[in-house]
């Protein structure tokens, strides 16, 4: 019998599921508070249930686990990614941020993706499957409990693309603010796309506060072609109208990203479009240097150039910030490390993968 995924329930529905097998209501509660509170991993340390429904659960349902396979701790700042495998094999990256305003966690919500941006590692494979909500928390809950400190922001920016997993996206971001549970405040939760269109719109209708982030890359409709094939299912002026609907619906400040490529999106005529695309909005622009894959001939600019762009942007009213690096000792870059570990699985040299 395939048991379960009972920490893909929601507080709702693990009360009806109680219900069901004869359960009170209070256990529903008690058993939520082990699964999203205590973070418990196995039923065993549910200690204030009786053992014969400990048993009695653990014969239905499973902790889907995520376990941890490797575990990177940069020397250069206060990053560690985390590499872990789902209960079907597949691998799943996670990073850990400090800042001095809390600790985030960067977590995956596909293994693999199928949105084949250019220049991104995650892709390459395709899409494995989505991820559940539970194997979405329980990177937050795995990182939570090793590093012994509270996780105040998430974004969903590792591998896969979240509005391509929108039933299982949204469920999991209900339950990641939901009170009974780890209760992260909304707006201390960023989610980022590569710009689908209809579910951008469908999110703005949540009634949810979270930040969108938009991949945005190229500053016109063929620059972005060349570096996004979504590109060529829904045109930039849609996907801009939707950043403005999401705005409109949720009051919250769009993030527009834009990964810097040398020679490809750098130029003086990027930046006369993006100021164009970005000074009548009220939004954010981060430039993220292009992490260099080894798939990929892909270079990022000189810093001297990133920081002239940058400048300039300013200059003509743009609020633009260039993402600082982080963990550039270890696989920083998205879908580096999963890709390395495939690699090994392989008996690929590990020079293979490009790091910086
Ligand atoms: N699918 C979503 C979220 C995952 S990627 C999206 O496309 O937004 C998170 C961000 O990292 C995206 O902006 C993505 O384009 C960017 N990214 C991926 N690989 C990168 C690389 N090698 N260098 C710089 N940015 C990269």
């Not at 982080?326 to 490390?337: E, H, N, P, V």
């Amino acid at each position: 019998m395939n048991k379960k995924d009972i920490c893909s329930y929601n507080y709702e529905e693990l009360q009806n599921e109680m219900q069901r097998i004869g359960e009170k209501a209070f256990r529903s509660r008690q058993i939520y508070e082990w699964l999203h509170v205590k973070l418990a991993d196995t039923f065993e340390e549910m200690t204030n249930l009786s053992k014969g429904l400990r048993e009695k659960l653990d014969f239905e349902y499973e902790i889907r686990q995520v376990k941890m396979i490797d575990h990177q701790v940069s020397k250069v700042d206060p990053t560690e990614k985390f590499l872990f495998e789902l209960s079907d094999g597949n691998m799943i990256e996670s990073v850990l941020m400090k800042y001095n305003y809390g600790n985030s966690v960067c977590i995956s919500s596909q293994a693999g993706c199928r949105m084949g941006c250019r220049f991104c590692a995650s892709t390459i494979g395709g899409l494995e499957r989505n991820l559940e909500p539970s194997e979405m928390l329980r990177q937050i809950y795995h990182i939570q409990k090793i590093s012994g400190e509270r996780v105040s922001n998430v974004v969903v920016m590792g591998t896969g693309e979240p509005l391509d997993n929108y039933d299982n996206f949204v469920k999991f971001i209900h339950m990641l603010s939901d009170e009974h549970g780890l209760h992260i405040s909304q707006r201390n939760i960023t989610a980022s796309t590569c710009g689908i269109v209809p579910n951008m719109r469908r999110l703005a209708e949540e009634g949810l506060q979270i930040t969108l982030a938009l991949s945005l890359h190229g500053s016109s409709q063929e620059k972005r072609k060349k570096l996004m094939p979504v590109a060529n299912k829904y045109e930039l002026s849609e996907v801009l109208k939707a950043c403005d609907y999401y705005f409109a619906n949720t009051g919250r400040r769009i993030t527009f990203e834009y990964s810097l490529v040398k020679g490809v999106n750098d130029q003086p005529d990027d930046i006369r479009e993006l100021t164009e695309i970005l000074k009548k909005r009220n939004c954010h622009l981060n430039l993220i240097p292009v992490n260099p894959i080894k798939e990929r001939d892909f270079q990022k600019p000189d810093r001297k150039n990133a920081l002239e762009f940058k400048n300039k942007l300013e200059k003509n009213g743009i609020n633009v910030t260039i993402r600082r690096e982080r963990g550039s000792d270890i696989d920083g870059a998205c879908g580096q490390l999963r890709r390395r570990h495939a690699a090994a699985d392989k008996g690929e040299a590990d020079e293979n993968i490009c790091n910086d």
